[in-house]
């Protein structure tokens, strides 16, 4: 893979035929836990302990919720060896070639808020030891991000696997001083147990989990068909909950024994403790990885707009479509960085929800297809077809389950600008998600009953035949 990291990939939304296959199954880890260890995940930690839970609580709310979220962006990573295509044009199966917008759509909002978010930290990070100025800082950052996410799939991989090693060891030392040196749960705001708050968090954590579940194919669509199902989905389970586990307890420590927690200037203050310069270091390599997951951020909007698009209009897959889609991207995330205040974190809370509102019902949707439904075949070059296929314009299961899933969520929403009447009958408590999930999943299975597939059988063998003939 460290060959192919220097060449540009040519490829996007099409499908990956055999002959390209490549890759180990053990990089979905690494690329995971680096994905996910950022200073963005910190701040999610800090929700429990601002709400008047205690530290051991928040770290509780913080595992149940990760290990949750976590299973069902995990079980994604299996769709991409078996399909070979990116995660969100295989939503077409279920919503249709054109109603697959509506997910589409709530995936680039997520895609633009944490690019947003991350640019914003990243430079605040840098800023400790060069101080420029965000009209610096932000198109430099993206700049590093665009060109990583063009060069595309394997520098990726390659950039985050080494970041690990390097993040482990950092944040470890961090890690243990701060254990050992805090005066753990001594600030009066997170000394509790809050049922509300212990809620929030877990459903915080939870949201933030799954909301990676539209990135997981694009990261193994390239590994061989036949890898091992509990191998490419243990590995990114592992890494992405291992992470999101230690970096949100470690900000629930922070939020605990510190009077003003903040994802910067608490890892610079601690670790500095510890001897000086080794905050600022810590602060810096998070950065870094900020850099890096925005490249990814950047590279899955490309994929996931192209895909929106290509349902109206088609799409050439070509390299000149990948980085015009990367930079438009790119150009939108700077807009709304310089538009929005720095002091980011109470937008930040709500972005997390709001997130896990509107993919709950689509992960339920498209999980029960692929291991419920479908079993795991498809047509794929029906999913390309924009004059006949089998899979349709608008598929109303998926639609109807969707739309009931997310309306029957917003009785139970609670975010700063709404809260919904059955929240506030639980005293603030949030489960919007375990009733997105039953909803949405439980109605496309019962409507998808009576769906015959006896003519995307037959189509799903021409298919094969067909892509793995071509081999373009």
């Known amino acids: 893979m460290e060959e192919r990291a220097g060449k540009i990939e040519v490829r996007s939304i099409d499908y990956v035929p055999q002959s390209e296959r490549h890759g180990k199954v053990w990089y979905q880890g690494p690329f995971w836990f680096t994905g996910n260890f950022v200073l963005v995940t910190m701040v999610t930690g800090f929700i429990g302990p601002g709400m008047g839970l205690s530290l051991g609580w928040s770290v509780l709310a913080v595992l149940l919720g990760s290990c949750f979220g976590t299973f069902f962006m995990a079980f994604h990573a299996n769709q991409g060896p078996r399909m070979g295509l990116p995660q969100m044009i ?67 991989l390659l950039v985050q696997r080494w970041l690990t090693y390097v993040l482990i060891v950092v944040f470890g030392i961090l890690t243990v001083y701060a254990l050992v040196s805090l005066p753990l749960g001594s600030i009066g705001h997170g000394g509790g147990w809050s049922g509300t708050a212990f809620l929030v968090q877990f459903a915080a954590a939870a949201g933030y989990q799954i909301s990676y579940a539209i990135y997981v194919s694009d990261y193994s669509r390239y590994l061989y068909e036949d890898v091992s199902a509990p191998g490419v989905i243990s590995w990114t389970y592992a890494g992405a909950a291992g992470s999101a586990v230690w970096l949100m307890s470690l900000g629930a420590v922070f939020a605990s024994s510190l009077p003003h927690p903040d994802a910067i200037a608490s890892v610079q203050e601690v670790g500095n403790r510890l001897f000086p310069g080794f905050g600022t270091l810590a602060v810096v390599v998070g950065s870094v990885a900020l850099v890096t997951i925005m490249a990814v951020n950047a590279y899955g909007a490309m994929l996931t707009g192209a895909s929106g698009v290509d349902g109206f209009r088609p799409v050439r897959p070509t390299l000149r479509v990948r980085v015009i889609g990367i930079v438009v991207f790119s150009v939108v995330v700077l807009a709304v960085a310089l538009a929005i205040p720095e002091n980011y974190l109470n937008s930040f809370n709500n972005f997390v929800l709001l997130m896990l509102y509107f993919l709950v019902p689509w992960t339920a949707v498209n999980l029960v297809d692929f291991y419920f439904v479908r079993h795991g075949h498809y047509a794929i070059t029906e999913l390309f077809n924009h004059r006949n296929s089998i899979y349709h314009d608008w598929s109303w299961r998926g639609l109807i389950a969707y739309f009931a899933g997310l309306i029957a969520m917003v009785p139970f929403f609670n975010t700063t600008f709404y809260v919904g009447p059955v929240t506030k009958a639980l005293g603030g408590a949030d489960i919007s998600f375990v009733v997105g999930l039953g909803v949405s999943g439980i109605l496309y299975y019962a409507l998808s009953r009576g769906l015959d597939l006896t003519r995307e059988t037959s189509a799903a063998a021409e298919s094969r035949k067909m892509l793995e003939e071509s081999r373009t």
């Open 90 to 156: 295989q939503s077409r199966a279920q919503f249709g070639l054109r109603g697959a917008v509506f997910p589409f759509a709530a995936a680039v909002f997520v895609y633009i808020g944490f690019n947003v978010f991350d640019v914003i930290l990243a430079s605040q990070g840098l800023d400790t030891v060069l101080s420029l100025s965000r009209y610096v800082w932000y198109p430099l950052l993206i700049a590093v991000a665009v060109t990583i996410a063009i060069v595309g799939y394997d520098l990726l």
